[in-house]
């Protein structure tokens, strides 16, 4: 089956500092990849999502992932974090005849000022 | 206008009674999805509808069913409440295909049974 992990349960940056977020996952082949920010209170919102071609993807509100095939992974990267990005983020993967989208466990991150 | 809307947005309520939560997209998308997110955030999927057709059922209580009248549309009624039962249900919808280009999710519903 296939899953997806993220390893940090709760990172803190200051602001202004750069972010990475790491997510792998476990899959036959390339599934269809995503991150989603949760604000608190809020639905899930997509920043970004990985299909096939360029490997380096860039979303909204200054976020980019990577995919990178021999790791499995599918980090989350911001060069310079606001005070607004404090939230919780969610690594997906969907794959299979009914495009189900599986949820890593989420990262919380808080920025300090 | 909003894209996915649930109602009601809290809900609370007393072990062993009834309730239900309605969701409507207006994207035009074709399959909705409830997902529940847990105290500790963790989201999974429930049950999926794909044109009226139920597509996904995963193993849930068979006190939660879900009913969709029409694409737009897709509600879950639970039976029985329980106090596990709480947590923030979230509908979501996409347009089926390969691949689908992202869900678009709802603001949740915070359930809390008592």
């Known amino acids: 089956a296939q899953s997806v992990t993220q390893p940090d349960i709760h990172i803190t940056v200051s602001e202004g ?37 360029d490997t380096l993807v860039q979303g909204i509100k200054g976020f980019e992932a990577e995919f990178k095939r021999s790791q499995s992974s599918f980090n989350l990267r911001k060069p310079s974090v606001h005070w607004s990005d404090a939230a919780e983020y969610f690594c997906a993967v969907e794959r299979g005849s009914n495009y189900k989208l599986t949820f890593g466990k989420g990262t919380l991150l808080t920025v300090n000022p | 206008d909003t894209a996915v809307s649930q109602t009601p947005k809290y809900l609370v309520t007393q072990m062993g009674n009834d309730k239900s939560i309605k969701c409507e997209q207006n994207l035009g998308h074709d399959t909705m999805y409830w997902y529940k997110q847990d ?12 044109n009226k057709e139920l597509i996904i059922n995963e193993t849930v209580p068979n006190r939660f069913s879900p009913k969709s009248p029409d694409k737009a549309h897709l509600n879950l009624h639970i039976n ?35």
């Open chain 2, 80 to 114: 029985s409440l329980e106090l596990g039962d709480s947590a923030v249900y979230f509908c979501a919808s996409s347009q089926r295909g390969a691949p689908t280009y992202g869900y678009t999710f709802g603001s949740g519903t915070r359930l809390t049974v008592v």
């Open chain 1, 17 to 53: 500092a750069s972010l990475e977020l790491r997510c792998n996952y476990s899959y036959g082949a390339t599934p269809y990849l995503f991150w989603y920010v949760q604000s608190p209170g809020q639905g899930l919102q997509l920043l970004l999502k990985y299909f096939s071609g």
């Open chain 2, 39 to 50: 105290s500790k955030k963790f989201l999974k999927i429930m049950f999926s509808y794909n």
